[in-house]
């Protein structure tokens, strides 16, 4: 092992030594060669203050610490682009002026100072589509989701309901096994298990009950003009399907009850026409309607006689072929 090696060394078992089983090392010939670990915000004992996090991968290049490590940012939870660019400009800076000199540990310390700052969701709640204000009732998932307590409430609400909807469906037999209704995160799908009645209690977001009622602005109206005549363009070059069109659909599904349809479709009234006309124009002709009718054709429809039925005896009579 090298000098340079056993420096690393060093340095991975010291952050070890600190961070415990929050950090994960991968080595190779027990030789580091990269680290992960998950940062969360500053707040001491209480984990339910922290709102946001972000998963920190440094990748150690052979020649570090004399040149730098490739550094990620993986999993942002609450974290918006404006506070991840940051973030990477302060990192990409700590690397320039730390050539040489172990960096890990301060890396990581630097990523925790920034989201200690920003210990707010930013961004949108998904449901509501409100940003979350000073004052909010928020609630934060096991899944680092962030919505306001009444639209979590609303959501699981409505979710319940229509599980029920759906299962009243079914017959009796079937309703026994249908699946219990499940909280799930509205983006993630994760399993919740939250207490709704706790959650309905919180008042609706600031931001929606702050917000000026609906007008039509003249930016919306220019939109609205904008949208209607791109529409009448495609629907002028047949781009719209559906739209204006009596017939039947271009592409038409066919199901065995459709053979029983007493209406064919498009191509079957296509075929039958073409059949129509041929026969029409080889009887102006004296000739079959067409090469299969002829007689002694192999696919000729066979001649209609009488069928004597059973005889006295109560077997099949046998069939009088043509004379």
């Not at 995160?185 to 709704?196: A, E, G």
Request: charged letters at 25%; a neutral charge; proline letters at 9%.
């Amino acid at each position: 092992m090298t000098t340079a090696e056993e420096r690393v060394c060093e340095e991975i078992g010291a952050l070890e030594a600190i961070l415990m089983d929050d950090v994960v090392v991968r080595r190779v010939d027990n030789v580091p060669k990269s680290l992960e670990t998950v940062v969360h915000p500053s707040t001491g004992d209480d984990t339910e203050q922290q709102y946001v996090c972000v998963t920190l991968e440094v990748k150690l290049t052979p020649e570090y610490p004399d040149s730098s490590p490739v550094v990620i940012l993986k999993n942002p939870r609450g974290l918006d682009d404006c506070v991840l660019a940051s973030i990477h400009s302060q990192i990409f800076e700590k690397l320039s002026k730390s050539l040489g000199q172990p960096v890990l540990f301060e890396l990581i310390e630097l990523v925790r100072e920034n989201i200690t700052k920003s210990n707010l969701p930013s961004g949108q709640c998904v449901i509501c589509l409100y940003g979350f204000a000073n004052g909010d009732a928020f609630i934060k998932t096991q899944c680092y989701h962030y919505f306001h307590n009444h639209c979590l409430a609303s959501h699981l609400i409505a979710g319940k309901k229509y599980h029920q909807e759906e299962r009243e469906k079914l017959p009796n037999w079937q309703q026994a096994q249908f699946p219990q209704y499940q909280q799930t995160c509205p983006v993630c799908r994760s399993v919740l298990n939250c207490d709704v009645e706790v959650l309905k209690k919180a008042p609706p977001p600031i931001d929606s009950t702050n917000e000026p009622p609906f007008h039509l602005t003249d930016k919306m109206k220019q939109l609205q003009a904008d949208m209607a005549a791109i529409l009448a363009r495609q629907r002028a070059k047949g781009g719209v399907v559906g739209s204006g069109d009596s017939g039947p659909p271009p592409l038409t599904i066919t199901t065995p009850a459709d053979n029983n349809a007493t209406t064919p479709s498009r191509h079957v009234q296509a075929s039958i026409s073409g059949q129509g006309a041929a026969k029409e124009a080889g009887a102006r002709n004296g000739l079959p309607a067409s090469p299969d009718d002829a007689p002694g054709s192999p696919t000729a429809r066979p001649e209609k006689v009488p069928y004597r039925g059973f005889n006295r005896r109560g077997k099949p009579g046998r069939r009088r072929g043509p004379r």
